[in-house]
């Protein structure tokens, strides 16, 4: 059974950065797509970044030239930079891989 395991997230003043990492369980991490998602309070969970097998990256609008996802295939593992936050980035922030989520980190950007 496939474990998704997000860490990294924290309160961060308007401006600054904050990497997240995700560690996933199971054999075959390399061969598929993980990506991030993030869910504001009353709002739906949205995409943030997407990052298939070969190195592919999507991003939303919102994030891009801010927000770098990227992989370690050695360490199972993918992260998330974000720099430059804004207030609007502060939401619970999850991995996804083969359909499966992680608990969530809490990322908070206030002054």
């Known amino acids: 059974q496939v474990q998704l395991v997000e860490s990294g997230g924290g309160l961060v003043q308007p401006g600054g950065s904050l990497k997240l990492s995700c560690i996933v369980s199971?054999?075959?991490?390399?061969?598929?797509?993980v990506g991030w998602y993030r869910q504001a309070p009353g709002q739906q969970r949205e995409s943030v970044a997407n990052i298939t097998s070969s190195g592919s990256i999507t991003s939303a609008d919102s994030v891009k030239g801010r927000f770098t996802i990227s992989r370690d295939n050695a360490k199972n593992t993918v992260y998330l930079q974000m720099n430059r936050l804004k207030p609007e980035d502060t939401a619970v922030y999850y991995c996804n891989y083969q359909e499966t989520w992680g608990q969530g980190t809490q990322v908070t950007v206030s002054s």
């Open positions: 199971g054999s075959f991490f390399r061969i598929y797509a």
